[in-house]
């Protein structure tokens, strides 16, 4: 478990104890942590998407200089309770008299066969339009689907290819900064798996993590892949939120 799920479970920890807190406790808590306004509002987004607390709709700004913004007050959010079902009365069926019943075993007795000719003759005649229906729609469907992965395809390439952007924007103006304070600003940049992201830079060589959890650009290497994707260095964190 990484350093970021660890300050997940200690928030979710404290808000449960609590039961509320409000943005002067949160702030107070984020101190104790050594947690920023940036981390902290995403620890706050991640604990409501996953439904373990609910947050009131008023806002206060803890950062000027970002515009971060919390939630005035967050509470533990309480499961609904589920109403019962309710139960349906059973129809009461009159029961068959005696010569009722020989009179219908009677007439299945006698229909047994004419039945299951007829069902026989159903049958083969959903097989036969079941196999003509996926012998043209085959090709069609095959040809669908590949469509469909190769747009999927793109725009997954179009999404790293943003990432890497942002990153290399990013280490162009912050050279060295601390690797849980890294991938905080890569997700509130809109990078959805900044861990990965992280790695991809490691194994391009574009970047280092270094003992106690420091991320290092490697200058030139940044600079390199920048200019290839025509990117002009971003000059401040302020600008970058503005992709």
């Known amino acids: 478990m990484d350093e970021y799920e660890d300050l997940l479970k200690a928030l979710e920890s404290e808000v449960k104890s609590r039961q509320s807190m409000s943005w002067e406790e949160l ?7 050594n947690v920023g306004p940036v981390t902290l509002s995403l620890l706050l987004e991640e604990l409501k998407r996953r439904g373990v607390v609910e947050a009131s709709p008023e806002l206060e700004l803890v950062d000027e200089h970002l515009e971060i ?5 967050i509470s533990l959010k309480r499961p609904k309770a589920l109403s019962p079902k309710p139960k349906q009365a059973r129809e ?7 010569w009722q019943r020989g009179s219908l075993l009677e007439f299945l007795a006698e229909g047994e066969a004419g039945v299951g000719d007829a069902e026989k003759v159903k049958e083969e005649r959903v097989v036969e339009e079941r196999e003509g229906t996926e012998a043209a729609v085959g090709p ?12 999927e395809a793109l725009r ?8 890497l952007a942002v990153a290399l924007h990013y280490l162009h103006r ?5 690797r849980l304070r890294f ?27 270094v003992e106690p959890g420091v991320v290092n650009a490697r200058r030139d ?7 290839e994707m025509g990117g002009a260095p971003a000059k401040s964190l302020a600008e970058l939120l503005e992709l």
């Open 27 to 33: 702030l107070k808590w984020g101190e104790e942590c």
């Open 174 to 178: 912050y050279w060295s900064v601390g």
């Open 69 to 73: 913004s919390i939630p005035r007050r």
């Open 221 to 227: 290497a940044v600079e390199k892949m920048a200019k």
């Open 140 to 151: 069609l469907l095959t040809e669908t689907l590949s469509a469909t992965a190769e747009t």
């Open 92 to 98: 009461r069926r009159p029961r068959a008299t005696k």
């Open 156 to 163: 997954a390439r179009e999404a790293a290819d943003r990432d």
């Open 183 to 209: 991938l905080a600003d890569m997700k509130s940049l809109g990078v959805k798996d900044p861990e990965s992201l992280l790695r991809r830079l490691v194994e391009s060589g574009l970047a280092t993590v």
